[in-house]
């Protein structure tokens, strides 16, 4: 059924009945269909690092990878970890290709009207396929990481939610077909490609990659060879920038200036014959267990010591940017702490623009932080750079902080994700939404759950700030992951003068938290003084954003905190005397009774709600404030 479903485009497949093919995805997704194209028994993974890592150890003899789709083109989801595995060194050799025809359909559970449907899950790519017609049909896109998985979420979830995905999955995950055909192109398909370990394969199809940092020098290169040319985003750092399906790697090479250009062929013969290891008899196709950032799910907490993220608990880190010194970082440790943050940052290895610029303290800045955290019994936050820098730093700080320049490290992101301890993931400066969800995913593949989002501004076009805080952003990952997202105003803002603003509008939104930095000699400091708060102005943030007090504030800033919540107060009264005198004449004026019992039933159940456990106060205070309010309203009592 499956191999029917695929329309194979070299001829000898048949042959290799048996093999474990793996592919990316849950059961009844589009990469199950190619996997069996040729004959395999398909295993599912939950990554395509995972599905390549298994090729590599000899688990599956084969992977299929999409490559191309005919609506979005390339698929870099699954060509980058590709190119990150040859780069690396895998050698691999593609012997196939299988294009599936893809129709994707909008399905929910039984009985769900599609009027009713408001959101529809499924794989970025496969939403990208669809972005005209859900658009039309005013349904918003939730992105997850199979379109399987998707048709698995939505039948789990008693909501009107859709998921977009084959008809083959829809059935298995018992939901109704609403649309049978969601893609904004009639004849959608993606191609595959079928990998195997080089020594093991001859490969039967050109199929090459260009590593080269420079695009105009690939430009032109379809034109010349005639091939079918998959673009990859590319950086100096990463620098694989094209696909090139159906080329001939040696005119390619031929073509392509050489110094700038790098052409990896996996469509060469390979040296060795083709010696498949035989398949393990009665393999069955698993999927393993999955961690998913974009799951639903209930939102997760991460507790450690006094800080509580997630699932309405707010954390606040503050700190300096770098560990000076043994005695800064105690110093602004204990002013944190008084303030009511229940976690103390600080950087030990600093990520600068500027190699000459203080790079940080290193493992020794270490003690000194963890020492500064300890006195004041707040649990640390540090950055690692480098994956060498894991193991040190996670055997004595309790949260592992991931850079905003290091958000697509993903060998950094995969160690984090085993070292044992929480990881805060700043997003990156040019990342997407989505991309910094997939960063998570990384890290919860890795093996860690406790996984905390930090929004800490995006790179615009705006010169007044160092980035711009992304709320927006924030707001639009809210609904995507059960991860605590915190926001970091120092480094939106690269000013001093703006982080209270900033962590007031991240708070107001929702945030989950926010790390702030804290310095108690700005204008010394080593690293990013100029978006410091002094203490005495973290101390206000902390007030107004109504931290709880702590029995260690000084008792003079207690009770200035006292006399500004009485001053609120006060202030309230009067405006709810105001409206409630404006409620009274606007009665009399239409002819109402001004009094009306079942209201002051509703403002009394308001106040007991609000003073939960203390019903004698509250009572008194709506016996209070009516009264005051019928006198305004000039009522006098029957
Ligand atoms: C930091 O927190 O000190 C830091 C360098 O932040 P970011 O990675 O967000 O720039
Ligand atoms: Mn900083």
């Given at each position: 059924m499956l191999r029917e479903l695929a329309d194979q485009d070299s001829a000898e497949k048949a042959k290799d009945i048996d093999l474990t093919v793996g592919y990316q995805g849950e059961p009844g997704a589009y990469g199950e269909v190619a996997a069996a194209a040729h004959g395999g028994?398909?295993?599912?993974?939950?990554?395509?690092?995972?599905?390549?890592?298994?090729?590599?150890?000899g688990e599956i003899d084969e992977a299929v990878l999409p490559m191309e789709n005919a609506v979005v083109g390339a698929i870099t989801e699954a060509l980058e970890p590709f190119a990150n595995f040859v780069v690396e060194g895998m050698e691999l050799a593609a012997v196939g290709l299988t294009s599936v025809p893809v129709r994707l359909s909008l399905a929910a559970r039984p009985g769900t009207p599609l009027g009713a449907v408001k959101r529809a899950w499924s794989h970025p790519a496969a939403l990208r396929q669809c972005t005209h017609r859900l658009a039309q049909m005013g349904i918003e896109r939730v992105v997850c990481y199979d379109t399987a998985g998707a048709a698995q979420i939505v039948a789990h979830d008693a909501s009107t939610d859709a998921a977009v995905c084959s008809r083959r999955a829809a059935e298995r995950y018992g939901l109704e077909v609403l649309v049978d055909d969601v893609s904004d192109k009639e004849q959608n398909g993606t191609r595959f490609v079928h990998l195997r370990m080089a020594d093991h394969a001859r490969a039967q199809v050109s199929l090459a990659f260009l590593r080269t940092s420079s695009m105009t020098a690939t430009a032109r290169l379809d034109v010349l060879t005639g091939a079918t040319l998959l673009p990859l985003a590319g950086t100096t750092d990463y620098p694989v920038r094209m696909w090139v399906l159906g080329a001939d790697a040696a005119r390619l090479q031929a073509l392509a200036p050489a110094r700038d250009v790098q052409v990896v062929s996996l469509g060469q013969p390979a040296a060795h014959a083709a010696k498949v290891t035989p398949p393990k008899q009665g393999t069955e196709p698993v999927v393993k267990s999955l961690p998913h950032a974009t799951a639903r799910k209930a939102p997760t907490v991460v507790e450690v010591g006094p800080l509580r993220v997630g699932g309405g608990a707010r954390a606040v880190i503050a700190g300096p940017c770098s560990v000076e010194s043994p005695e800064q970082v105690m110093r602004i440790a204990r002013e944190v702490a008084s303030c009511g943050a229940t976690a103390l940052r600080g950087g030990i290895f600093k990520p600068r623009t500027n190699p000459y610029a203080f790079q940080g303290h290193g493992l020794e800045a270490l003690d000194w932080l963890v020492a500064a955290g300890k006195a004041n019994g707040l649990p640390v936050v540090t950055e690692v750079m480098a994956v060498d820098q894991v193991k040190p730093v996670a055997e004595k700080a309790e949260i592992l902080q991931?850079?905003?320049?290091?958000?697509?490290?993903?060998?950094?992101?995969?160690?984090?994700?085993r070292a044992g301890r929480p990881v805060l993931l700043k997003r990156g400066a040019g990342a997407t939404v989505d991309e910094w969800l997939g960063a998570a995913e990384y890290v919860m593949a890795g093996g860690e759950a406790r996984v905390?989002?930090?929004?800490?501004?995006?790179?615009?076009?705006?010169t007044a700030t160092r980035n711009t805080l992304d709320v927006g952003g924030m707001l639009a990952a809210?609904?995507?992951?059960?991860?605590?997202?915190i926001a970091d105003p120092s480094h939106a803002a690269g000013r001093a003068d703006l982080v209270e603003g900033l962590a007031r509008a991240a708070w107001s939104a929702g945030a989950d938290g926010l790390i702030v930095e804290v310095h108690d000699d700005p204008a010394r400091a080593l690293s990013d003084g100029e978006q410091a708060l002094i203490p005495a102005r973290f101390a206000e943030l902390a007030r107004n954003l109504a931290l709880h007090p702590d029995a260690r504030l000084p008792l003079a800033q207690?009770?200035?905190?006292?006399?500004?919540?009485?001053?609120?107060?006060?202030?309230?009264?009067?405006?709810r005397l105001e409206v409630a005198k404006v409620i009274g004449d606007s009665k009399r004026q239409t002819g109402r009774a001004v009094l009306d019992p079942r209201r002051e039933a509703a403002v009394r159940r308001t106040y007991q709600e609000a003073l939960p456990g203390n019903k004698l106060l509250a009572d008194k205070l709506v016996d209070l404030l009516l009264e005051a309010a019928k006198a305004q309203q000039s009522i006098d009592e029957p």
């Open positions: 028994i398909p295993k599912g993974f939950a990554s395509f690092e995972k599905l390549l890592e298994a090729l590599r150890d991931i850079g905003a320049r290091n958000m697509q490290n993903f060998d950094l992101l995969r160690a984090v994700g905390i989002l930090c929004e800490r501004g995006i790179r615009t076009f705006e809210r609904p995507l992951t059960h991860l605590p997202i207690l009770r200035a905190w006292v006399d500004a919540i009485d001053h609120d107060l006060g202030v309230l009264v009067q405006r």
